[in-house]
């Protein structure tokens, strides 16, 4: 088993900037491609980025993917997700993902492991 935890989330007025942390601990060894993915209160659960084991390989949401960039140090198997210019829209649930697979993947069924996620405000 593997326990994502994330961390990072806040209030933050539109324009300004975020990094999100998300740690693993528990069977940490072997190969994950990690994820973000955000749910929106009233809204369905939606894809922002995710990278490869290797991290040369990244997904991004349209919507995001010129204002974030998604990394990840691999040794300790930790992913962070930066996001600029925010926006009111961008207020959701931020929550960690990985799967065991070197690849990544746009669709969160693929996913083997979630946290519980960090809540992310953007006041306007």
């Known amino acids: 088993q593997v326990q994502l935890v994330e961390s990072g989330g806040g209030l933050v007025q539109a324009g300004g900037s975020l990094r999100l942390s998300c740690s693993t601990s528990?069977?940490?060894?072997?190969?994950?491609?990690m994820g973000w993915f955000r749910q929106a209160p009233g809204k369905e659960r939606e894809f922002v980025a995710a990278?490869?084991?290797?991290?040369?390989?990244?997904y991004y949401a349209d919507s995001m993917k010129a204002r974030a960039t998604i990394s990840r140090e691999g040794v300790k198997n930790t992913v962070y997700l930066q996001m600029n210019s925010l926006k009111p829209e961008d207020t959701a649930v931020y929550s960690c993902?990985?799967?065991?697979?070197?690849?990544?993947?746009?669709?969160?069924?693929?996913?083997?492991?979630w946290g519980q996620g960090t809540q992310v405000t953007v006041s306007s």
């Open positions: 993902v990985a799967r065991v697979s070197t690849l990544p993947s746009r669709r969160f069924g693929e996913y083997d492991y």
């Open positions: 528990g069977r940490t060894f072997g190969t994950y491609a």
């Open positions: 990278l490869s084991w290797s991290g040369d390989i990244t």
